[in-house]
């Protein structure tokens, strides 16, 4: 899983980066409460209120405080205006990325959560849903596309610069150790009586025995496990060390691959764990990443191109503040 994303967008700068959430759907100019209105594409008081709010959680998931003065309105309004004109340059070039490359994107975020509970969890802490993630996602392809067409298209990174950069920011390039694995989960509430729980424990025990006289794991999962990942045959995909409960990884990453585990308890309840796959933590080479070194270097050293670029359109653009 590549580690290095959150430097490259840094580089984009505020004049890039969508800083304050996508504006996930342009309104149509005879809607009302109009914040501006830009080529005719209009934002609206809502859509300004939507990315103050985003704002607000990711900076709170984040552990950070956010100033709110009279100032911090027209800051966002101020992104979502430059955005927009962006996004209808990208338009007005036909600058489209597929619906295949959005979903692939999409994945990748997928991918760092060990459950689509868990991911649908943190998209809602942060204002999110999925419909709107994806908006995002799409709408920072185009950016990303436009600004790789018409600003940095010419501009060549030596070899040297690549190399010199890799090894002074080694840190960024490490994958870390990960496990796949898929559960059998009875749920015991945490005010469970002492029965409830003795109840619970022999479900499980039944269920070990079951599995370990040769039943198959995800059929089992899928008629008998009380988790969100039953019905997918317990898979709980690959994860991370600090992903999961203590009890649950000490184990899942203590597992061979194809081993079973014993009954293994943690807040949730009692879970039987099959390992399916595991990778060693690693450091990526450099031709793995050379790609995304050198885009991230052609935004840095484009910095000014790219402001200057953005500058160009917004002054050339219609914008109207009712």
Do not use: W
């Not at 759907?25 to 859509?47: L, M, N, R």
């Not at 939507?50 to 984040?62: E, K, M, N, P, Y």
């Not at 067409?149 to 890799?166: C, G, Q, R, T």
């Not at 014993?262 to 390992?275: K, Q, S």
């Amino acid at each position: 899983m590549y580690r290095f994303g959150n430097i490259s967008k840094k580089a984009l700068g505020v004049s890039v980066a969508v800083l304050f959430g996508f504006l996930s759907s342009c309104s149509k100019p005879e809607e009302p409460g109009a914040a501006a209105i830009v080529d005719g594409t209009v934002i609206t008081s809502d859509e300004v209120e939507t990315a103050l709010t985003i704002l607000r959680a990711r900076s709170t998931a984040q552990g950070q405080s956010v100033d709110e003065d009279s100032s911090l309105r027209e800051t966002v309004l101020d992104s979502l205006i430059r955005q927009a004109v962006m996004l209808n340059a990208a338009d007005f070039f036909g600058i489209a990325p597929s619906r295949t490359r959005v979903d692939e994107e999409l994945a990748k975020i997928r991918e760092r959560f060990p459950s689509e509970e868990a991911f649908r969890e943190t998209l809602a802490q942060q204002g999110y849903t999925v419909e709107s993630l994806r908006n995002e996602l799409e709408g920072n392809l185009k950016i990303s596309t436009l600004i790789e067409e018409k600003v940095l298209s010419d501009v060549v990174i030596p070899e040297d610069d690549i190399a010199a950069f890799y090894a002074e920011n080694s840190q960024f390039f490490i994958i870390p150790e990960s496990a796949t694995a898929s559960h059998i989960l009875v749920q015991v509430a945490a005010d469970a009586s002492e029965q409830s729980k003795r109840d619970a424990r022999q479900k499980i025990d039944r269920i070990y025995a079951d599995l370990a006289s040769g039943a198959d794991f995800a059929e089992v999962a899928k008629s008998r496990s009380e988790g969100p990942s039953g019905p997918n045959g317990g898979s709980l995909g690959e994860f991370g060390r600090g992903q999961m409960v203590p009890a649950f990884e000490q184990v899942a990453f203590s597992l061979a691959v194809g081993e079973l585990s014993g009954v293994v308890e943690t807040p949730f309840g009692y879970h039987v764990i099959l390992v399916t796959a595991k990778e060693a933590g690693r450091s990526q080479g450099i031709d793995e990443v050379r790609g995304d070194i050198t885009e991230y270097l052609k935004q840095s050293s484009g910095e000014e191109e790219i402001a200057a670029y953005i500058d160009g359109l917004v002054q050339a653009a219609s914008i109207e503040r009712p």
